[in-house]
């Protein structure tokens, strides 16, 4: 049956309209995808926080109140020379212990992002990871507009696995940490000097579940509507991502 041109105009507009009901449906979907993905990393983040507090208040407070308690034990002590080095190792690794949980504690879910806002954590995590590793590590942090909680959280954590990956693995001797804002877009760079990596083989490795770090960080600005770009060479790693800020009505581009 050959078609008029009146009925073939009817069919493309038909299959015009299908096609826009079905890219509605599909972006429908994808925002609700966000949604749920967001609301998940909001729950891990409260997870991590009541562990924080946990280790910090439950067992922190029960290794302070241990190593009182033998520091009052070697006030007592007689010259017993072997029971007093005995007292001094137990004190000693209360300190080791106790060190080491707060560590673990801010690592978690440290309190001064929730205290003092982004620009406080992103020093202090420099000042963190920094000198164990034999790395300068430089953080500026322009002005910014008020960043809700879950954005704080997600540039706090992208920054995180970024300088953890360079502490661990670049070689590097100096990385720097640049959070800015223009034309409504939270802009984020982080940098070093090392020996570089394949990004293309590790970004393989992320797509086949081998690799949580590159994979997560690119999971989780995508759901904020984010992107993700990688350099490296021999002369140094450059990540840098993008972030579209909410509008006025609360919400975030698609």
Not at 54 to 67: F, I, R, V, W
Request: proline share 5%; hydrophobic share 40%; with cysteine.
């Amino acid at each position: 049956m050959v078609q008029t041109p009146e009925t073939l105009a009817e069919t493309v507009a038909r299959l015009r309209e299908d096609y826009r009901a079905l890219m509605q449906r599909l972006e429908a979907n994808q925002e609700e995808f966000r949604r749920l993905g967001r609301a998940a990393f909001r729950i891990q983040e409260e997870e991590r926080r009541r562990l924080s507090r946990e280790l910090h208040d439950g067992l922190g407070q029960n290794l302070t109140a241990l190593k009182h308690r033998l520091s009052l034990l070697g006030t007592r002590a007689g010259p017993d020379a072997a029971w007093i080095a005995g007292l001094e190792e137990a004190i000693e690794l209360c300190n080791r212990s106790l060190a080491e949980t707060r560590e673990l504690s801010r690592l978690l879910r440290p309190q001064i992002l929730d205290d003092l806002g982004l620009e406080a954590a992103l020093g202090w995590l420099g000042r963190t990871l920094g000198p164990p590793a034999g790395v300068d590590i430089r953080v500026r942090v322009a002005p910014l507009p008020t960043l809700d909680g879950d954005l704080q959280t997600l540039v706090f954590r992208v920054v995180q696995e970024a300088l953890v990956n360079i502490a661990r693995h670049a070689g590097a001797g100096a990385a720097w940490v640049h959070v800015g804002e223009a034309a409504g877009i939270l802009r984020l760079e982080v940098g070093d000097d090392g020996r570089g990596f394949d990004v293309e083989a590790a970004q393989a490795r992320a797509s086949r579940g081998e690799s949580a770090g590159l994979g997560g960080m690119r999971d989780r600005l995508a759901l904020y509507g984010g992107r993700l770009h990688i350099s490296s060479g021999p002369g140094g790693t450059r990540l840098e991502a993008a972030v579209p800020l909410p509008g006025p009505d609360g919400t975030l581009a698609p």
